[in-house]
Nanobody, 119 residues
Framework: QVQLVESGGGLVQPGGSLRLSCAAS????????MGWYRQAPGKQRELVAA???????SYADSVKGRFTISRDNAKNTVYLQMNSLKPEDTARYYC?????????????WGQGTQVTVSS
């Protein structure tokens, strides 16, 4: 059974920074990609940033230059460094992983962590 556990959310003032972490555990054979999505109230879930096993990254236009995705392969952990946060970044952030496990390839989600940007 695979688990994705996020941490690092919270309340921050505009212009501040937060670092989210997502650790994947379980019978994981390989990780194809990991990423972060977010969903604000009344809005659809959207991709924030993604990182493939080959090191390719992609970012939403709204976060380019402010957010950085990285990983620690030894820990099966992906991070999202968020700088210059804006009120519009307020959302629940979800970790996503494209994995190969004993039953084959699948997509997994974490429970999410709340990020609130407010003065």
């Amino acid at each position: 059974q695979v688990q994705l556990v996020e941490s690092g959310g919270g309340l921050v003032q505009p212009g501040g920074s937060l670092r989210l972490s997502c650790a994947a555990s379980g019978n994981i054979f390989s990780i194809y990609a990991m990423g972060w999505y977010r969903q604000a109230p009344g809005k659809q879930r959207e991709l924030v940033a993604a990182l493939t096993s080959g090191g390719s990254t992609s970012y939403a236009d709204s976060v380019k230059g402010r957010f950085t995705i990285s990983r620690d392969n030894a820990k099966n952990t992906v991070y999202l460094q968020m700088n210059s946060l804006k009120p519009e970044d307020t959302a629940r952030y979800y970790c996503n992983a494209d994995l190969r496990v004993i039953l084959g390839r699948g997509t997994y989600w974490g429970q999410g962590t709340q990020v609130t940007v407010s003065s």
